[in-house]
Nanobody
């Protein structure tokens, strides 16, 4: 099970980015996937997640209305569309999944996710 996050970069406040989480070694259709972020000195926090069982989504309050998580099962990719970015959105973004033990559900709790991709850095600054 491998996940690879990409799409990070430097963007000005109010700008947009789209992150991608590509899976290999397994089919995303069956697993919930989440996006998490971490800044130095702070705990890793859940941002958004999408379940495979019913495509239901969950978002942290700080990103509701600005971020959208979606999946393309044909491409085996989960996206995180980030709009109206703020400096406090800066951090390293990771995608992760609980794997089979999640039974298709996703969770914003980092410790409940077993498989992690490497991070992609998002910097929001003028």
């Amino acid at each position: 099970v491998q996940l690879q996050a990409s799409g990070g970069g430097l963007v000005e406040p109010g700008g947009s980015l789209r992150l991608s989480c590509a899976a290999s070694g397994f089919t995303l259709d069956y697993y919930g996937i989440g996006w998490f972020r971490q800044v130095p000195g702070k705990e890793r926090e859940g941002v958004a997640c999408i379940s495979s069982s019913d495509d239901s989504t969950s978002y942290d309050d700080s990103v509701k209305g600005r971020f959208t998580i979606s999946r393309d099962n044909g491409k085996n990719i989960v996206y995180l569309e980030m709009n109206n970015l703020k400096p406090e959105d800066t951090g390293v973004y990771y995608c992760a999944t609980p794997g089979p033990r999640g039974f298709g559900r996703c969770t914003l709790t980092p410790g409940a996710n077993e498989y992690w991709g490497q991070g992609t850095l998002v910097t929001v600054s003028s």
